[in-house]
């Protein structure tokens, strides 16, 4: 592929440098931008801040930039926060970062897309397609974002394509505030049918396809890089009564 500039939002550690590291290794331009520097800066790789929530400064972000002929929608996640005792601005907070900055930052780069006719991929998740308790309004923003991502394709073709990455369970840096220790990342790992969460690098090269020429007749369509989900409850349930 030709060098690009690829924009790849809160690609400062976790899924977001593992995707950042997969375009600066076949050769393209990345800048990422988050509101804080990376930790461990990947090589190749240029950081800008920008706090994702302000329109005017994602706005400023894509104007100072020479050109984007892809953007990376990352940045999102979200506390584990029950429903039941919160207030709705909490949730309101998570589905602002998940779903609003993302079509924030897709409308200001718009032109720019337009321009090289380029490619946005947003990174969506598992938690969109199935129930999500603890991290409802999470999952219910990613659940949008496919939503938008397909909207988005139909009205922007045949300049610019759009694209999500479904994500399933990711092994990275905060694993363990979710898993536990080695031991509950070992057991979680043991659902995944390939018998692993995936590596950040995973997700980077499934990004990589879908910013390629290879899926130049690919939109509005969601890739699941899920390991093949979820083993179903109810098969662990008809075997233990068997063995009963």
Request: negative net charge; glycine residues 12%.
């Amino acid at each position: 592929m030709d060098k690009r500039l690829v924009v790849v939002t809160g690609g400062t550690r976790g899924v977001g440098a593992g995707i950042a590291q997969a375009f600066a290794e076949a050769g393209d331009d990345v800048v990422v931008c988050a509101r804080r520097p990376p930790e461990k800066p990947v090589e190749g790789v240029e950081f800008a801040q920008a706090d994702l929530r302000d329109p005017a400064a994602v706005r400023a972000f894509f104007d100072a930039l020479p050109r984007v002929d892809v953007l990376v929608n990352n940045a999102g996640g979200g506390p584990y926060v029950p429903l039941a005792g919160t207030d709705a601005e909490r949730h309101a907070r998570v589905i602002e970062l998940n779903l609003t900055a993302p079509l924030t930052a897709s409308l200001a780069a718009y032109e720019q897309l337009r321009r090289a006719r380029g490619c946005v991929v947003m990174i969506g998740s598992v938690s969109g397609t199935r129930p999500s308790p603890g991290t409802a309004a999470y999952g219910a923003a990613k659940a949008g974002l496919e939503n938008l991502a397909r909207s988005m394709a139909v009205e922007w073709a045949p300049d610019v394509r759009v694209n999500t990455l479904v994500v399933g369970m990711v092994r990275t840096e905060l694993s363990h505030l979710h898993y536990g220790d080695e031991d509950g990342i070992a057991a979680v790992s043991r659902t995944v049918p390939l018998g692993r969460l995936a590596a950040p690098s995973d997700i980077g090269a499934a990004a990589l396809f879908l910013a390629s020429d290879a899926a130049a007749y690919i939109t509005g369509a969601g890739l699941l890089v899920h390991g093949g989900g979820e083993r179903p409850a109810f098969l662990d349930a008809a075997t233990v009564n068997k063995e009963k």
